[in-house]
DNA sequence: AGAAATTGATAAAGCGCTTAACTAAAAATG
DNA sequence: CATTTTTAGTTAAGCGCTTTATCAATTTCT
């Protein structure tokens, strides 16, 4: 049968209160019976339950990640990351994958209220404001990261979409191309890239493609070659770049250009986002907008922390910056 | 405050006893009664704790999936296609990184017990021995996925790795290759593919590579990309086919050919195994042998529910076979 | 009509733990 | 030495739920 903090009192002569106050070192307790105490504890390989101290308003050192794809590189990376650091603490990781579904959002975030998870991290694509608005309002502690919802007050580790779309513009630009296409699905952090790409095109008065449409599909490869063969099989003879939102997208694209016979980069170059293990693996490599993976799961793995301790009051909006990493699947006009 | 059992069975004018069976749907109640706490429960929005009726012996809906490294495009994979699976019955999933370190299996494994998951999946990696045997003992359920642990009864679903290793030989052989390296990491599961690898050598009498080692890295791009430029510099002239015991490798391997100037598949021909997104997207496209991950993640899903639900009580192993999908890296000599 | 069986609901114990309130003994104080 | 203070440990209530035993009210049977 499974010890119980009983078994442990019994064997060693004291009130349960007693082993209660060694377990959580708190209250006095004599060097004496303490020392006894843990060696019962040890000698009958006690194990505290969580739940039992998880009812009387302890914490579950369990943290709730919604993501909306966990076999999607960018995210199980971010989920590792998270991980990670989570260990550091104690804390274990609920992974829930929504698919971008309001219903799955809210089943889960429900299901894990349930089981009292400490607080909730809300990776990018989470989409349900009501709810989110309604967690900050009941105080569960909730950080989001690689997102911005810069309407509302709420903790956050975002990476400067806009940014990273203008870096990309500015990277293409140098290089000579002046049509350049963009895939994207459409999603917050998307609509922030576009517009920052669209910004730095303007500033070198270059106008920006006429017949742009988001994907319907899911950032995934084959969506991503659907729009880039429709792209570059455009009658005005088609871009001679495309930006791809993520690197998924972009290698869809890389395949396209490929499948049309053509040459990535020589005929059309491709920039990609967020520098997954995938980016160093397609070829050509390719050139992508780095995502600081590690840092933001760390940070936002922090920051949930502190809300959970209670720590922070005040709400912070961490931005982290993106880089461009240069590899082949670009080149000058 | 957050609503419980008490403020429904107040509201309902009934018992606390009363609510609790029309939420469990348990034992006798009339109609009327029924439909009128239904009322109040949907009213006052209440959400049975788990935590308390974990503490009495109920499930908590929650189980332990623990693998070696979740930012690994197959277990990632794996966990997505377990994860959905699991969602359909209601379940929850604690994901859990070992790195194939012992100390991280058991810390895990104890921080879950104490947290009452319902289960455990094990994930290949996992070397372990005699925690599972004492988990098994204990009756924890447990259940192993792309492992197989043939010396003693635990239940399995399970990769036919000596017939995958196999499938790999026998493609490469056919294509004329008798040099042919492997790359592996020593996980029992490569032990397998290995053993399946040189039987089919064996079998047509071509001898098996003298110098081959294990890699000591984790099973990723860069070690691979050490060992197979290893064997490629060798003083005999290298190998013509190299098999790689995952698609990581693999890559590695084509980068390292590469680097040295030679062509994939003309000169040297690559396989990997798994067939993870990965394997579609390099270049050139992966020749593997492919893990039926999706219908892996179902059935050992399957399996520890009906093991934690008492409906198995006889242990099974599932053995899924591999099969041959065949892409651009490999080539007739 | 009265006994027996059935039905619908309740009271109360208990799951394993935390914690506020309390007490007895030991140490410090004047 | 008597009194206050400190220390070490205990008692008991309670977290939110499940479940068994119990009971009152109906219904069924003879």
């Given at each position: 049968m499974k010890v119980t903090i009983y078994d442990v009192?019994?064997?060693?002569?004291v009130s349960i209160a007693t082993v209660s106050k060694v377990i959580n070192n708190t209250g006095r307790i004599g060097e004496k019976t303490k020392r006894k105490v843990e060696e019962v504890m040890k000698r009958l390989d006690y194990q505290p339950n969580m739940m039992a101290s998880a009812l009387m308003g302890?914490?579950?050192?369990?943290?709730?990640?919604?993501?909306?794809?966990?076999?999607?590189?960018?995210?199980?990376?971010?989920?590792r990351s998270i991980e990670d650091r989570a260990h550091e603490f104690g804390y274990n990781l609920v992974i829930c994958s929504t698919d971008y579904l309001p219903e799955k959002e809210n089943k889960y975030l429900n299901l894990l209220k349930r089981k009292n998870v400490d607080g909730f991290i809300l990776a990018s694509g989470f989409e349900n404001l009501e709810k989110v608005e309604?967690?900050?309002?009941?105080?569960?502690?909730?950080?989001?990261?690689?997102?911005?919802?810069?309407?509302?007050s709420i903790n956050t580790v975002a990476l400067d979409d806009f940014m990273g779309g203008y870096l990309a513009a500015s990277h293409l630009m140098k290089l000579g191309h002046q049509k350049i296409a963009v895939i994207a699905r459409d999603v917050w952090?998307?609509?922030?890239?576009?517009?920052?790409?669209?910004?730095?095109?303007?500033?070198?008065?270059?106008?920006?493609?006429?017949?742009?449409?988001?994907?319907?599909?899911?950032?995934?490869?084959?969506?991503?070659?659907k729009m880039a063969l429709k792209y570059l099989t455009c009658d005005d003879g088609g871009p001679t770049a495309i930006f791809a939102c993520n690197d998924l997208l972009a290698i869809g694209a890389i395949?396209?250009?490929?499948?049309?016979?053509?040459?990535?980069?020589?005929?059309?170059?491709?920039?990609?986002?967020d520098n997954t293990l995938i980016a160093t693996i397609v070829e050509p490599p390719l050139t992508t907008i780095a995502q600081p993976i590690q840092n933001m799961g760390k940070e936002v793995l922090d920051l949930i922390?502190?809300?959970i301790n209670g720590e922070k009051k005040e709400v912070m909006r961490l931005t982290l910056l993106p880089s461009l990493v240069e590899?082949?699947?670009?080149?000058?006009?």
């Open positions: 009192a019994r064997e060693a002569n302890k914490q579950t050192k369990t943290i709730g990640l919604l993501i909306p794809d966990l076999a999607n590189p960018f995210f199980s990376e971010l989920a309604e967690m900050v309002r009941e105080h569960v502690p909730v950080a989001i990261v690689a997102r911005d919802f810069p309407m509302f952090s998307n609509r922030e890239r576009l517009r920052g790409f669209k910004q730095a095109l303007e500033e070198k008065n270059i106008k920006f493609m006429e017949n742009f449409e988001y994907i319907d599909g899911p950032s995934h490869v084959e969506p991503g070659k395949q396209a250009v490929k499948e049309l016979g053509k040459n990535v980069p020589d005929d059309v170059s491709i920039m990609g986002f922390i502190s809300m590899r082949n699947s670009t080149s000058p006009l």
